[in-house]
């Protein structure tokens, strides 16, 4: 999962660069114009090399025989229900600091460029950090491996303002 998930980061140092310059050069309707344009092959390479998901178990019939479109049973794991509810809590907080970071460091007076490349930055480290974790998670199990890695998101996110020089915030 780890490796899969990798490819938002490298997405994220490429990108970023590409729709900054594209913004200025030509405008931000043409900038994103263009990323669409560059993420439409790979859409349309994923759909057709996308194989039909396996069932894992037989899909609980409904009334009558039928099939019920929606099977809420999950809920009923409390493993489920304490997974989503962490799940759920960390999405309130993980985002916040990438939304605000550029801006952050521009109030702490690092130049508009260089706070930029802090993204550029995140995005590579991203795709380190996510092929590290899948090996982690296969080592040490992915509950254990999440939950860790969210507790030391969450200190980076407390430890963040204490400290203004630009490779603190990198």
């Not at 994923?46 to 019920?68: D, L």
Request: charged share 10%; hydrophobic share 50%; proline share 4%.
């Amino acid at each position: 999962v780890g490796l899969a998930n990798c490819g938002g980061g490298v997405g994220q140092a490429l990108f970023n660069p590409l729709v900054n310059y594209l913004g200025h050069a030509y405008g931000w309707r043409w900038a994103l114009r263009t990323v669409a344009v560059c993420q439409l092959p790979c859409l349309i390479f994923a759909a057709y090399v996308m194989r039909p998901a396996v069932w894992v178990k037989q899909a609980p019939g409904g009334a009558g025989g039928r099939c019920q479109i929606v099977d809420c049973s999950f809920w009923k794991d409390p493993v489920f229900r304490g997974n989503y509810l962490g799940f759920l809590c960390c999405s309130f907080g993980f985002f916040t600091p990438f939304t605000h970071l550029v801006r952050y460091a521009m109030d702490r007076g690092i130049d508009a460029e260089r706070a930029a490349n802090l993204m550029v930055i995140v995005g590579a480290l991203n795709t380190v950090g996510r092929v590290a974790g899948g090996k982690l998670a296969d080592s040490f199990g992915t509950i254990r491996t999440f939950g860790v890695s969210m507790a030391l998101a969450g200190v980076a996110t407390i430890v963040l303002p204490l400290w203004a020089e630009y490779m603190m915030m990198v």
